[in-house]
């Protein structure tokens, strides 16, 4: 399936709905360097955007399964602070642009006593159908994210 | 740690050693949309530049045991194409960037048949210590860097 | 490190503290037959017994910190039903064997909505130390460990 | 899917054909006690059944294109030594039971510069369709694998 293609023109969506999903790092997840594998972040992100996409009503598993996915195009990951098995940490999610077939999310990893910044994150997606080719949004779906994600 | 920090403002280094790593795809490593997951790139990413780093003259390993970690700052990924397990891919990895403290790669994750660009990708590096403080690039693995890494 | 060895010759501990864990099962631990990987329930087994240690009063977090890893010796599991992304599933876990140097614990994962068994598992662990030698349980930690885990 | 149910009751082959899987153990897979994680061995379990079905003339890759797959029914796993980021190990892989929908491999990790055994494992499949029904293995792929499994 080919995922590229330049982005729609419409402006961007301003944020609404932000989600701050817990994360209660597994010790699978650490490396060698004593601290979490950059790699994991990735996961937690789809974990936010998932935990966002059901806080918005839009349950991702119900999307899937009327046949449609979310397929990631573009990844931006910004690490400030390494984090360590035992910290408690959350990731704060938010939906910042809505097209037609396409949505991105951003995403910040903060710790959950200080508030501290450990990474930052944007996401860029395409809709995909079960063949994998680029797809319209769900009316529904996409009337029920512009409602949540469009500022008041 | 705090990995954060303006980028220094030598110029990028033209890159001169490419390393092609082929990689097996695991049937782990993919996803109920039936490709590979996007996490499992990051993975293969530093499996890359861990081979380059060989192919040059400075195992990853004997820079770890000497007590210093290329912790990753920043990760860009650009996803063209998906692919399915059973296919035959391919990372080429290039070192783009090398200062005293920091250091980048670009990707590109291909078929092996066709050639086709299924993702690219770039990741920045800081040099850290056994205590996650930015530390200088051990001089011996600088000056390794710099010679391979340099356009002839 | 040598992790083997016979098991010592005590009697098994009866167990009393379960810890029921609730998993999100994330879209990242399904493969291409469109169930969760098998891989994956190892880590949240992982994750069961280290909320098992926390609700025993022992973190992991705080072991691990004291200079002391259970590292995981063997491993038995039998799967019985799969699961997909968007299901409802927890890990029941329970001490069940309990040395000086040795621990073994049960796991049950299960659907939240109907209880159907989706796998049984049992992990056996010894302690080490950071040198990866093996080391008697912290008395602190063993004393604990004892008072919640024998049946009362 | 219901993956469980008695073992069929003829007597287990005797392996003949066995492979041995190089692995290039990934910083990823470390954990913070500075060795590979043990949930990554399951993995490598999967790749190295993999490389033997390939080896055998059967691509487990062509077997699921045509609607099957080896659904892990059981896994058994001694972990004798752990093993390092830097180290050069391999897993030699044989299958040890083969009925009309059921099959059985072993495996063994080992060192490449020693042949230190690090662990010993065994895995039990059945085979299922897309639906997750149990299915009796393709003729053709029981045929091939009577073929390589029997001891000559």
């Not at 680029?134 to 996409?142: D, M, S």
């Amino acid at each position: 399936m080919i995922l590229s293609g330049p982005m729609e023109s419409q402006a961007p969506v301003a944020p609404r709905l932000q989600v701050k999903l817990p994360i209660e790092i597994r010790f699978a997840e650490t490396d060698a360097m004593g601290v979490v594998h950059h790699s994991n972040y990735i996961i937690w992100f789809e974990a936010a955007r998932i935990a966002w996409l059901e806080a918005a009503g839009s349950s991702y598993a119900a999307i899937a399964r009327d046949g449609n996915h979310f397929a990631v195009t573009a990844l931006h990951v910004d690490y400030r602070r390494t984090c360590r098995f035992g910290e408690s940490i959350y990731v704060a999610v938010a939906l910042t642009l809505l097209r037609s077939r396409q949505l991105a999310f951003d995403y910040e990893v903060r710790r959950r006593d200080d508030d501290a910044l450990l990474a930052s994150a944007r996401s860029e997606h395409v809709c995909v159908d079960l063949e994998g080719r680029v797809a319209r949004i769900p009316e529904t779906v996409l009337e029920r994210l512009q409602q949540v994600g469009l500022r008041s």
